[in-house]
């Protein structure tokens, strides 16, 4: 089979045949197969078996038919490298032993050792670089998101503690966000050595922030990250996860070639608001995969005729897949995005 790289012409708003498709967490429990996996290790036991982590990346890549592969990882994965103690606790996420309060914590957070901490992602990558067709996508988390796990302690709904680092204690906000983010270089700088055709940085939850507080706490860090990289020639994602609506306009400096949306923003609506400087990847609502199969090809053909009117569309969903979600239902919607759009774009359908 030749090598499948629509999804990279995507990203760079090239003309494509039909339009690729992958899923925000698109390896997970809602695969019988990869319970039965969880049932004998952890994530983190996971990603420090590369043929496992490898074979867990491949296992949606067979059964959905995405154009796109995503590492399996987490965004936490690489914060152990710099001096945070954490583990992924089923059914909460991320639970930090060391949150971050002080200064002096701040001060403690070491460079990332890439190589010495996390050569068992760089050999993941290595042996996807050689299975795959379709690119792999890796990832990092975005300063911010990191923050609310890390100054927190654990998964929160107000970001309560983060806000008020934020707000107090500017500084010391700026020096974490300034670690983190040269942590998020790093780290992708060495995938991208090692094989990565893309990387998405994940800032899941910023869409908290008011803009005026994105642009002056945040904003400079997530453009200095992605000036960092500028140089590496593979396509940049970031998504500004739930609630960012508001957010999108400021982003238009970012070196960034794709941006992706949450299902609040119509597609036109979100590259009007970015002003046509990315490629623009969602945002079909998760949970409209509770319905009945022809309701979901409707929902989906609505995102596809108004994501179609312009080159660099990329199908995917707002946020990530969910525990309960169909197999089924996603290997239907993936073959449907597939024929409709295929059919849409043929040359003299288009003409
Ligand atoms: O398939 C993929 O998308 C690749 C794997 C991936 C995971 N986490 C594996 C995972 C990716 C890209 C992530 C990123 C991630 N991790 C984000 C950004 C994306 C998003 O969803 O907004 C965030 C915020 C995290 C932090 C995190 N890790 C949370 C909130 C949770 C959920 C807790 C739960 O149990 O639902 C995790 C755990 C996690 N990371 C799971 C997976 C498949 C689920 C638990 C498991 O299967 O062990």
Same mark, same amino acid.
């Given at each position: 089979m030749a090598y499948n790289d629509r999804f990279l012409r995507a990203c760079r708003k090239q003309p494509v045949d039909r339009v690729p498709v992958w899923y925000? #967490? *698109?390896? +997970? #429990?809602?695969d019988p197969d990869y319970r039965k996996i969880k049932e004998k290790y952890s994530l983190l036991e996971i990603c420090r078996q590369p043929e496992l982590a490898a074979e867990v990346t491949l296992m949606p890549v067979r059964? @959905? +038919?995405?154009?796109a592969a995503i590492l399996y990882s987490d965004i936490m994965n690489p914060v152990a490298s710099i001096g945070i103690d954490f583990d992924i606790v089923k059914n909460v996420g991320p639970v930090i032993h060391n949150p971050v309060a002080t200064a002096a914590d701040v001060e403690r957070l070491k460079p990332i050792d890439v190589e010495k901490d996390l050569a068992h992602v760089l050999e993941t990558i290595r042996i996807l670089d050689r299975e795959l067709e379709v690119p792999l996508i890796t990832f990092a988390g975005a300063p911010f998101t990191l923050a609310s796990y890390i100054v927190e302690g654990k998964p929160s709904r107000s970001y309560q503690l983060t806000k008020s680092l934020m707000y107090r204690e500017p500084a010391v906000w700026h020096s974490l966000m300034g670690k983190l983010s040269d942590m998020a270089v790093a780290y992708l700088r060495a995938h991208h050595q090692v094989g990565a055709k893309a990387v998405q940085l994940f800032?899941?939850?910023? +869409?908290? /922030?008011?803009p005026h507080d994105f642009r002056e706490y945040v904003l400079p860090h997530v453009k200095s990250i992605f000036e960092q990289i500028s140089d590496l020639p593979i396509p940049k994602i970031y998504f500004p996860g739930v609630n960012s609506g508001e957010l /999108?306009?400021? @982003?238009?400096? @970012? *070196?960034?070639d794709v941006v992706g949306l949450d299902w609040r923003v119509p597609l036109a609506e979100g590259r009007s608001r970015t002003e046509g400087r990315f490629a623009v990847q969602g945002n079909l609502?998760?949970?409209? @995969?509770?319905?009945?199969e022809a309701v979901i090809r409707e929902h989906a053909k609505r995102l596809l005729d108004e994501g179609m009117q312009e080159d660099g569309f990329i199908f995917n969903l707002g946020h990530g897949l969910y525990p309960e979600a169909s197999l089924e239902k996603l290997r239907d919607l993936t073959a449907f995005i597939h024929e409709y759009s295929s059919e849409k774009l043929r040359p003299e359908v288009r003409a």
């Open positions: 925000m #967490r *698109q390896a +997970g #429990r809602y059964k @959905l +038919g995405v154009d800032d899941s939850w910023v +869409g908290a /922030l008011a /999108l306009s400021s @982003l238009t400096g @970012l *070196q960034a609502d998760p949970y409209v @995969l509770e319905a009945p």
